[in-house]
């Protein structure tokens, strides 16, 4: 429900009820996981998803009744492998869902919708007994999407968690920051881009950046990471060891959760040698992703710059950064449990 405040909300403002489902459970292949959620409005357009269109349908029309009588409920959608494949549908598996009516002068649902996208945000909805789809306040549930059993008058509950939104500081304005900057900021980072030049940090050049600051990147590091630097990525672009080295040397002192830079691998192997020359112990030295960004074969700007945030997300998530066809087991796993398939042999 979290997810989809920017909508929700103009409704709820507007008068209008709304009827929303949010997964509690997945099987198998299920395109989305818990927290998942879409929106049914009382004209029946729809907002978000829970799937890949294997059971929006069904959702659809149990929200549209939820909508009507003000009941909640708590269903199960899906499909059995080999129903899926005769009905044409590739995913085979199967969500838990609990429908619940957002009601306009419901005081629990628009303070957990209008808590700002830089700030953790969380409610509860009951998913049994005759209380199912009543929200709860946040306040005092755990701070991850999960199930607390037996949490509300002996009836369990859902708690669904929204966390601020990741920052990415890029520092240099340049045409690869121009598209890292697009792109990211579609990924739903909150973007700065930080040069000493002024004529390029400008809103015309990155129209979607969350900040724009002229001045050295190291000098302002600190700030632009924000209140938790483990949550933040921080990309050296600048192509100036001037302006690099000081930066990776801040970035990870601060404790950035990412750090990484653009250069060849001699511009790489300089900048480490002016870092340990600085101070910067080894093991830190390290960490730096560079050169920056996974081998898509992708030299312009903005493939380039779909490597950059690719890396970003496969080491937010543990993953291998290989294609799916080379690993076994379900699609949507732990990290912990990738593993690489066997390659063929020859005959």
């Known amino acids: 429900m979290l997810e989809l405040a920017d909508s929700l909300l103009p ?24 927290g998942a959620a879409m929106a049914v409005h009382r004209d029946g357009s729809v907002i978000g998803s829970i799937s890949g269109g294997c059971v929006e349908g069904d959702a659809v029309l149990l929200a549209t ?17 080999e129903a899926a494949h005769a009905a044409g549908l590739a995913c085979g598996g199967s969500v838990d869902v609990v429908i619940h009516r957002v009601d306009p002068a419901d005081a629990v649902a628009r303070a957990a919708l209008e808590v700002p996208v830089d700030r953790s945000a969380r409610v509860g909805i009951v998913v049994s007994g005759v209380a199912a789809g009543r929200l709860i306040p946040g306040d005092g549930l755990p701070a991850e999407t999960r199930i607390l059993e ?6 369990d509950v859902f708690v669904v968690q929204r966390d601020p939104r990741r ?26 881009v930080c040069d000493v030049w002024e004529r390029l940090v400008t809103a015309e050049r990155f129209p979607t950046a969350e900040r724009l600051v002229v001045g050295t990147p190291a000098e302002h590091l600190d700030d632009l990471v924000g209140p938790d630097p483990a949550r933040a990525a921080v990309c050296v672009l600048s192509h100036d060891e001037r302006v690099d080295v000081p930066t990776l040397a801040a970035a990870l002192e601060l404790g950035a959760g990412f750090v990484g830079a653009m250069g060849a691998r001699g ?3 300089h900048r480490a040698r002016l870092l340990a020359e600085a101070g910067v112990d080894a093991a ?19 493939g380039t710059a779909i490597s950059i945030l690719a890396e970003i997300t496969a080491a937010r998530h543990g993953g291998t950064g290989l294609p799916l ?11 912990a449990s990738c593993t690489v398939a066997a390659a063929p042999q020859p005959a």
Do not use: K, N, W
């Open 11 to 34: 409704v709820l403002h507007a008068g209008e009820p709304v009827a929303v489902v949010t997964v509690i459970r997945a099987a198998r292949s299920a395109p989305r996981g818990p």
């Open 65 to 81: 009744q939820v909508l009507a009588t003000g009941h909640g409920m708590v269903a199960s959608l899906g499909f059995s492998d």
């Open 150 to 155: 037996s949490a509300y008058d002996g009836a």
């Open 167 to 192: 920052r990415l500081v890029i520092a240099g304005a340049g045409e690869h920051a121009i598209a890292l900057c697009r792109v990211a900021s579609a990924a739903g980072f909150a973007v700065t």
């Open 267 to 269: 511009t790489v192997a």
């Open 284 to 302: 830190e030295i390290a960490r730096i992703h560079a050169p920056l960004g996974l081998d898509l074969g992708a030299p312009s700007p903005a």
């Open 325 to 335: 066809r080379e690993l076994t087991g379900p699609l949507h796993r732990s990290a």
